[in-house]
């Protein structure tokens, strides 16, 4: 019984960090319908230039966090810019097959600057473990899933009430219509790659924090998938649902048949929830009228 | 006050599809576009609302004036910024979005929030049946409802020339009548100069002051709406009635294509 508490307040602490990331992905597919593949791969670059600010350079935390955010802003302005801008109107495989190229683009370039493989970042939370009942967790977990969930309301509200928000989700239903309505849809693609950034940054802190910086980062951009899968592409409430699903199952997979087995469990969700509701649990399905 | 002078546009460097149209809209005024399928009206919205451009067609020659000033080289969004505002043709609805979301990215270039208020109150009094969808999801709406809804968009963003593109399109009569009659009182109400682009010929003469017949991407015949609509020729392409008076029958008309001269 006490495992049993002590898989599920992990698994929900560590997924809810999951979802973090994977709102980044939703972020982007909530305005223009493209999928973002190099999630992971975003994270790592900004863990990596965290650990260049703070341990590198020795700047002090909050100037390090800042020159994070602005290089996030940069990042996700000059993806949008660069990479994306020229293919607009152009099919959305060429618009996935870019990201893709953009994923290994930034593998190699964080390759590059920082061969070391492995990195520690300071320890920025508490580090004494908290007990919840029976079980105990560690204080990072706690503080990465309040962060996340900050974050989630920030967005949803956003996205909801802000008329900038709402541009973006009509941006995503009719490009030339929104133009026609005097939006600029290049600004709400970058401030959306922006946004994304900055999450991916802060996901990428919190974990790497907690953990090290290394290509494990990459791998959990990839569980992020199948938390955007499970939870519906667009959704935001999925992400903050199905993350800490896809963190229980991880954890109890864990525990039940090894660790092997339990970097495998999210894909298998994923398959399992595609056979039966293809736009998530939360998705957005596609409107016909009859 | 909108003026059209010999605009020339092709698509993709190679279709031409305005040979030369000039047309002007006064203040105040409601203009109707009539002609066939493929005769250049929407395009000719495009070239004004600056949407041509991103479908990759190109104004070759020619100016646009809105009020003395040329915006034939204007993005889409700083000639929205303008006051010139298209809807566009088939009920192109934010699908996902609830109904008074639809409204409030109409008015998105809006600075004063109290006056997007204000006009979101207005929108509700000229389409009382949007009001009462506000929070529903435009996808899921009926079609009139769409329209309505696209039209109230366009209103939303407080336009000084309003360019309805086929607002009849795909609507029982009734719905017809009603949309048009908001659109004669919105332009009675507002002073709000309207560019309609339609296929109903008789409905879109009866609501407007001046009209164009365009055919092959050229203006063929215009006047006022009492004088078109006096036409027989007018009257037998577009309204099918004969010169007697009576609708044809479709028994008499002749199978070969007839050739039109207008003159």
């Not at chain 2, 919205?45 to 003395?68: C, F, H, M, V, Y």
């Amino acid at each position: 019984m006490d495992t049993f508490i002590q898989n599920s307040i992990s698994g929900i602490a560590i997924g809810m960090v999951y979802a973090l990331i994977a709102l980044g992905f939703a972020l982007i597919w909530k305005s223009s319908r493209v999928a973002n593949l190099a999630l992971g791969q975003l994270v790592l670059i900004s863990s990596w230039f965290t650990y260049g600010m703070l341990m590198q350079l020795k700047f002090p935390f909050w100037f390090g966090m800042l020159m994070t955010i602005a290089f996030a802003v940069l990042l996700g302005w000059l993806i949008e810019r660069l990479a994306l801008r020229p293919l607009i109107g152009q099919p959305i495989l060429s618009l996935i097959a870019v990201t893709l190229g953009l994923a290994y683009f930034l593998e190699g370039l964080t390759a590059f600057i920082w061969p070391q493989g492995q990195g520690y970042l300071p320890r920025v939370f508490p580090q004494e473990s908290i007990r919840i009942g029976p079980a105990t967790i560690q204080q990072e977990l706690l503080w990465g899933a309040v962060i996340s969930l900050v974050l989630f309301i920030l967005l949803s509200l956003f996205f909801k009430y802000h008329k900038m928000g709402i541009a973006m989700r009509a941006t995503a239903d009719d490009q030339l219509a929104v133009q026609a309505c005097a939006v600029p849809v290049t600004r709400i693609f970058s401030m959306s790659w922006i946004f994304a950034c900055i999450v991916a940054a802060i996901g990428g802190i919190l974990i790497s924090s907690i953990a090290a910086i290394n290509y494990g980062l990459v791998e959990t951009g990839f569980k992020s998938f199948s938390v955007v899968i499970l939870g519906g592409m667009e959704s935001f409430l999925g992400c903050i649902v199905a993350g800490p699903i896809i963190g229980i199952c991880e954890t109890f997979g864990g525990s039940l048949f090894g660790s092997s087995v339990k970097e495998l469990i999210p894909f298998l969700i994923i398959m399992i929830v595609i056979m039966f509701k293809p736009f998530g649990l939360f998705g957005e399905e596609r409107i016909e009228r009859i | 006050m909108l003026k059209l002078n010999n605009i020339e546009v092709s698509y993709l460097n190679v279709v031409k599809v305005l040979h030369g149209i000039s047309i002007s809209v006064d203040d105040g005024v409601v203009v109707a576009l009539l002609g066939a399928n493929g005769a250049g009206k929407t395009t000719t919205l495009k070239a004004i609302s600056g949407l041509l451009r991103i479908e990759e067609g190109e104004i070759n020659d020619g100016a646009i004036e809105w009020n003395g000033e040329r915006i034939d080289r204007k993005s889409a969004v700083e000639i929205g910024k303008l006051g010139l505002v298209q809807a566009l043709e088939g009920r192109r609805v934010f699908g996902h979005l609830s109904a008074e979301e639809n409204l409030r990215v109409g008015a998105f270039s809006r600075t004063h929030s109290k006056e997007v208020k204000s006009d979101l109150k207005m929108v509700y009094q000229y389409f009382p049946r949007l009001e009462s969808l506000k929070k529903s999801i435009a996808g899921y709406l009926s079609g009139g409802e769409q329209q309505m809804l696209v039209i109230g968009r366009a209103m939303m963003a407080a336009p000084k020339l309003m360019m309805l593109d086929e607002p009849s399109l795909g609507l029982a009569p009734m719905v017809v009548q009603q949309i048009y009659e908001i659109i004669q009182r919105f332009n009675l109400d507002r002073g709000t100069s309207i560019l309609l682009v339609e296929q109903n010929v008789r409905v879109a003469l009866n609501t407007a002051h001046y009209g164009y017949v365009m055919e092959n991407g050229r203006v063929v015949l215009d006047g006022s709406a009492d004088y078109l609509k006096g036409r027989e020729d007018v009257k037998e392409f577009y309204m099918g009635i004969s010169a007697s008076g009576t609708k044809k029958s479709f028994k008499d008309i002749k199978h070969y294509k007839r050739r039109k001269r207008w003159l």
